[in-house]
Structures are given as structure tokens and as C-alpha cells.
């Protein structure tokens, strides 16, 4: 198994070259052994840019509505569904025998401004309800997995049971959890349902209080016989910290043990802090990523690797993340101009391995 250093020789020296998924699958057999890579997908390019779709097409084979299934896409105005987006993009995946999975039920992020009037616990229920069962019931047989409930845990370890602040928290308390992951099942019985969580992977005090947070939060859903079926780790890498691949291993294990399925749901690596150096940036980006998937690998075959966007020209990270000399940030698999980097041939090569 290649090390931190043996990968970026490899890199350099190009024995882990950048191809396309549909390039590297041999046969069926081999095809239905590879673990399946996703992407999630811009509206505005996937509508409009051929190179865009084509890159799509040639790399993914399941994708995730970027933003589409969020509160505030989703619900404009109280009593206001729009589905065009999610529905677009489920039919793009169906045309191009993908699939597509649902990103997220219920999130602290992206709400509406009307969710602001949400004012007793009998309002906060009967909404939460009426979004799950109706949104969960239009895709059911469709979408088979399900974010349910995104990034729960407080960065600060938070007020209640270190849960993050939210309208459904305020008004439901940490019910609200169980109350989605219920409400998710009763509307797709068939659909696997994920808890998805980030910075969990890195060395550092932060880091370690995350990962405890999240498996006491997991242990007690379970305890409580709430249908959690998998847990999804984001992997929004933070470039300048090292992957604690030892504690991570044990997480993915613990997880494994508690019988749930492992899922890598948003992988990128922020690279602001990272030197401009195009190369130097770009083999210390996918050692991360190698780093990271390694430690997951050691102990569990994950159900997915999905990153949050497909190329450099279209990602979330210069928003909260800019570089500070200018140059464009590079956190994906392909560059700009739809080139596969170095990253690509790590994710490829795990997306190969077999447990």
C-alpha cells in the first residue's frame, strides 16, 4: 500500500495516472466490483456546457443535485414545492444509467427565511413531517439513499447533548433527530438512511471531540432503535493538517462493528493554506486524499467516494475558503478546464480496490 511519500513519487513519476472510470473497467465482472464514484452537479453548467456533462458522463457514475434538495431550493415559500431541479438531474442520471442520491432531508443550513417563523414544537413537527414525507414519497424507488439528517454535531460541542443550533433543535430538541430518521422510513421503507458528518479525519484536539460527539450521537440513535443504516463521512479535507489515520481507522471501525455502511459523500481538499505552486499543491492535495481513503480502506470497503463537484471551475471552496495570493483554488479531481489532476488518479485507484 503506497505511503504519503511513496504516492507523490508515484505521482511524479506517473505510474497513477489521471483516466476516466469508463477507461479503466476491464469487464462486467470488474465493473460490478468497483466501488461506484459520484459527484454532486451545478445546475446553470449541467444545463448549459457540453464539456460539463460530457465530464459527467465520462467520470461519474452516481450524482447529487448540488444544493437541489435543500430547504430553501426546495421550499421558496410555506405552502411552495419545486422540484425541477432534482427531477432534471434524476433524469440526466437515469439517461446515463446512474444513480442519484438524496442530499439532505434536514440540515441546520440553506432555510428559507419563512422556516424563521416557526415558533412552538407542534409547528416544528408538523413541517418537518409535511417536507420528509412529501419530498422522500416522490422519489421513493428512486433515490435509495438518503441524507437524512447533515452535519448534526456542534463545532463547539454545543448546548444540548453537543448538538449544532437549528430551528429543530430549538423547538424539537434531539428528538428532531430520531423524528426524521422515522419519518424517512416510514415514507421509503427500501431507501438506506445516512447520517453525514465532516472533520472527523484530521490530527488535532477539534478533530478528536468531533469523532467522540459523533459516535455517542450514533450509539444513542441506535440505542433508541432509531433506522440509521450508514454513516457519511464529508472529507472536506483541511490541507494544512495531517489525516489521523489510526483514530480514523478505529472510527470507520467502530462503525463497521455497529453494523452500519461507510459512505465518503463530499470529498475535496481546501487548499487555501496550501503552497501556490501548482505541482507541489496539487501531489499534497491527493496524499491527503490518499491518506485519508487508506484509513478507511484498512478497515472497511466504503459504499461510495463523492466529491462535492467534479472540476476546479465550478466548487464551493473559494466562497469561505479563497486563496490569499490570487491563485485559483484547486480542491477537485479535474482542473478548470476539465483536466484530470492528481487527485483523480487516487480516488480511481481506490474506487478499484476490492476488501
Not at 87 to 94: P, Q
Request: charged share 25%.
Amino acid at each position: 500500500m503506497l505511503g504519503s511519500a511513496g504516492l507523490a513519487g508515484a505521482l511524479a513519476s506517473g505510474t497513477l495516472t489521471g483516466r476516466a472510470a469508463t477507461a479503466t473497467v476491464a469487464s462486467p465482472a470488474r465493473a460490478n466490483r468497483r466501488i461506484p464514484y459520484g459527484a454532486c452537479v451545478n445546475f446553470a453548467p449541467l444545463q448549459n456546457e457540453s464539456e460539463y456533462r460530457i465530464a459527467i458522463e465520462t467520470y461519474c457514475q452516481q450524482l447529487t443535485p448540488e444544493g437541489g434538495l435543500f430547504w430553501d431550493y426546495l421550499r421558496p415559500a410555506r405552502g411552495q414545492f419545486n422540484f425541477d431541479f432534482p427531477d432534471k438531474v434524476l433524469a440526466f442520471a437515469d439517461t446515463n444509467e446512474m444513480t442519484m442520491r438524496g442530499h439532505t432531508l434536514v440540515w441546520y443550513g440553506a432555510m428559507p427565511d419563512w422556516t424563521k417563523e416557526i415558533a412552538s414544537a407542534a409547528e416544528a413537527e408538523r413541517e418537518l413531517t409535511n417536507h420528509i414525507e412529501k419530498v422522500v414519497s416522490r422519489y421513493r424507488g428512486k433515490i435509495k439513499t438518503w441524507h437524512v439528517v447533515n452535519e448534526p454535531i456542534d463545532d463547539a460541542k454545543g448546548s444540548v447533548a453537543g448538538l449544532r443550533p437549528s430551528v429543530w433543535l430549538t423547538q424539537l430538541g434531539p428528538k428532531y433527530i430520531d423524528m426524521a430518521f422515522r419519518l424517512a422510513h416510514r415514507a421509503d421503507p427500501s431507501a438506506e438512511l445516512v447520517l453525514n458528518e465532516y472533520d472527523i479525519e484530521c490530527v488535532g484536539e477539534a478533530f478528536t471531540a468531533r469523532r467522540e460527539a459523533l459516535l455517542t450521537l450514533i450509539r444513542d440513535l441506535l440505542a433508541r432503535g432509531v433506522p440509521l443504516h450508514g454513516i457519511g463521512l464529508q472529507g472536506h479535507i483541511r490541507g494544512q493538517y495531517e489525516i489521523d489515520e489510526d483514530a480514523l481507522s478505529r472510527f470507520v471501525s467502530e462503525i463497521r462493528s455497529l453494523g452500519l455502511s461507510v459512505h465518503v459523500t463530499e470529498l475535496d481538499v481546501i487548499d487555501k493554506d496550501l503552497p501556490g505552486t501548482i505541482t507541489v499543491r496539487d501531489v499534497i492535495v491527493a496524499a491527503r486524499a490518499h491518506d485519508f481513503l487508506h484509513a478507511i480502506f484498512a478497515v472497511a470497503r466504503p459504499s461510495v467516494i463523492a466529491t462535492w463537484g467534479i472540476t476546479d471551475r465550478y466548487t464551493w471552496v473559494p466562497t469561505w475558503f479563497k486563496r490569499t495570493d490570487g491563485l485559483i483554488n484547486r480542491p477537485l479531481p479535474l482542473d478548470e478546464f476539465y483536466r484530470p489532476k492528481p487527485l483523480w488518479s487516487v480516488i480511481d485507484y481506490f474506487c478499484q480496490k476490492a476488501v
